[in-house]
Each structure stands twice: as C-alpha cells, then as structure tokens.
C-alpha cells in the first residue's frame, strides 16, 4: 500500500526522487519497495552521496576486491562501482520509466567535479558515461557553470538526457532553459528524435536559506531577523514563475510541437539544514505541477508520518518571493555575490567528497591486494 502522504504529493503533480544510492540498498530490495511504498519514481547521485555509500565499507568489498586482483586504480574502481549501482537502479525503476513514459523513472550519476570549468572534459565523461550504462532512463547530470552550459547544450544535441545541477541564482536558471532550448534545436537539425530527450533543472534550495540566514543573524535587528527562513523558498517560486514563462515562448512552442519535452523544475537541497524551521518546509512549501522534489531519506519518511499537500503552495506566491528577496537586498545582502559564492562551494564541497572517496577506493585496494 502506498503511503497516503506520498500519494497525495504525488498526485498534486511532484515527482518524488530519492536523493540516495548505495549497493546495499539496491541488494536488500528497498529501493525497489519505495516505489509502492512511497511513490519515488527515481533516484539521484553525486559524488557525496557515492562518498558516504562506498566509505561506510558495507557491501563494497567484493567488487573492490576484484578491482583489486584485475589490478585498476581508483578511479577505475570508483567508476566501476558508480556505474554498476546506477545500472542496476535504472533496472529497478525501468518499469516506472516505461509508465511514464520517460517522465520518471529516471536515475541520475553525475560528471567529475573536477571539470566543472572545463566544458571539452564535460563532455567527453557525459559521452562515455551515457555509453557505458547504456539505459534509456539514465540522466547525466552536468553543474551548471559557465562552462557546463556548452556542454550541457552539446550532450543534449547528441541525444543524451541531461540533469543539470547546482543552480542556485534566477539569472543562471534563464542561462539553463536557453542551454537545453538550444541543444534541443540542434538535435533536430541534426535528425534525432527529440522526444526521447528529458532533462530537469536542479534548483538548490535549502543552502540559500543557510547562507542569508547567516547574514542576517549576524545583523541581528528585528528587521533582519524577521526576513529568515524564507529565502530558500522565495527563490525556488520564483524559478517556478521563469518556468511558467519560458513555457508561452515562441521558441518552446515549437519544440513541444514536435513532440519536445520541456525541462521541469526540479528542486534538490530539500534537507532542512536549520532545526528550527519544519522538516518538511522545502516538500510542502513548493507543490506545484510538472515539478521534480528530490528528498534525502529523512526528507522522504518525515513528509510520509506528518507532511501535509494544501495545493499548489508556489504560483499565488510571487509577489511575495519578490517582495521578500528585494527585503533581504534591502538589509545589503547581494543576491549575485550569495549566489556566486554557493555555486563556488557547492563545486569545492563534490570535489573534497570526491577526493575523500579516491582516498578511501585508493586504501581498500591496497588492503585487498
């Protein structure tokens, strides 16, 4: 039986995604049971949650082990492991796939953080990932730097589906939704069928919340106090209204006649990071059609014992998104210098996980050998 609270998220038009992977969960089948039990209709990855998977040591050892006695590096390893748990999830959730018709069911492994400023690199890896798995249902997901923005176009005009990552600003999204418009055109014109090409726009909340609320606690005025918590949401509704409006362009129009998919929503950092904000503010809050909310695990089971759907929570907000992030500028609190200096750690936070994980890969070969 499918949890009430789910099912009603689910059929207020959010998809559910489970921000978390690991071999042990694929083995014992409770990935495979959220998809009645919770209504998750796919799954993303990125090299922190990989790092905490494969460093807790738990059903790894065998695979490391055989990396070991065919004698690969680290990161040979790491790709070995990543790649086998993401396949084997892209069978999982294949039949969701083929229900939705590839709406969901998606799973998404992302690029190397190191080249997140090197758009050749991009994608070359997006190019030999997509190759390697090998599953309709699988998302590349590609940080949404100035350099990923090429690339994000380029992989799109071959064909592959993209999951763009770390947005964090409304100008950068706009960059985004014009990146995936033109690899779109570019795979028409180069003759693929363009409706088998999906990709979602990760908008990062919660840490938007975490830095503005740092700042206006060290102000410390009613003024400032009064504005915190409220951040995160105010801009992720306000990426919802720039959806709605690329939606009348010209330019899309076109593309769904031709049986395009637009690129959804989707909102990640879902993890309330301030324990005295609700611990659904970021599911509950942000309900609307067409939209992808990708959960940590406690994120997930906290909405299924007590999270509440009222509707739509975004459209009927965006004077107040606007009023409130105008407020914050008001107390001197640079939207553009926030949201530039997240991008930067967010990309410094997946490449410590990622040298945390080749220290760790790089170890239990050597223990095997």
């Known amino acids: 039986m499918s949890n009430a609270r789910t099912a009603e998220l689910s059929a207020a038009g959010v998809s559910i995604w489970l ?21 998750v209709v796919g799954v993303t990855t990125n090299p922190t949650i990989f790092a905490g998977a ?33 396949a084997d999830a892209c069978d999982i959730f294949a039949e969701v796939f083929e229900r939705s018709g590839g709406r969901d069911g998606r799973v998404s492994i992302e690029v190397s953080p190191e080249y997140a400023h090197d758009t050749a690199a991009t994608i070359a890896q997006a190019r030999a990932l997509w190759e390697r798995i090998a599953q309709p249902n699988l998302m590349i997901k590609i940080p ?3 350099a990923g923005l090429e690339a994000i176009s380029a992989v799109i005009a071959e064909g592959i589906s993209v999951n763009v ?16 418009l033109s690899g779109l055109e570019r795979a028409r014109a180069a003759g693929l069928d363009i409706s088998r090409i999906h990709s979602v726009a ?10 503005i609320d740092r ?37 899309l129009r076109l593309l769904l006649g031709l049986g395009a998919n637009a ?14 904000l609700p611990d659904t503010l970021y599911v509950t809050e942000l309900v609307a059609p067409d939209v992808v909310n990708t959960m940590p695990e406690a994120t997930l089971r906290a909405h299924a014992d007590h ?42 936070k997946f490449s410590a996980s990622w040298d945390e994980l080749l220290s760790t890969v790089a170890s239990a070969l050597e223990d095997a050998r």
């Not at 206006?216 to 106090?225: I, R």
């Not at 929570?313 to 107040?320: C, F, G, S």
């Open 19 to 39: 921000d978390d992977l690991s071999r042990p969960r694929i083995e014992s089948g409770e990935l495979a049971a959220l998809i009645g039990s919770h209504d």
């Open 307 to 348: 999270g509440e759907v009222r509707g739509d929570t975004i459209t009927d907000q965006y004077l107040e998104s606007n009023q409130l992030l105008n407020a914050i500028d008001g107390q001197g609190i640079d939207y553009a210098e926030v949201t530039a200096q997240l991008e930067a750690e967010g990309l410094q």
């Open 144 to 146: 949404a730097t100035v």
């Open 165 to 180: 990552t770390l947005i964090f600003s409304l100008g950068r999204y706009r960059e985004v939704l014009n990146a995936y």
């Open 54 to 86: 494969i460093g807790r040591g738990t059903g790894y050892g065998e695979r490391i082990a055989e990396c070991a006695r065919r004698g690969l590096a680290a990161e040979a390893t790491i790709e070995e492991l990543t790649t086998a748990d993401v």
């Open 263 to 276: 690129q959804r929503p989707l909102w990640a950092s879902t993890g309330v990071k301030d324990p005295s």
């Open 202 to 211: 990760s908008f990062f909340v919660s840490r938007l919340d975490t830095e």
């Open 215 to 251: 700042r206006l606690g060290d102000m410390g005025t009613p003024e400032a106090l009064a504005l915190k918590g409220q951040a995160g949401l105010a801009n992720a509704r306000l990426a919802y209204d720039v959806f709605e409006q690329s939606r009348t362009s010209e330019r």
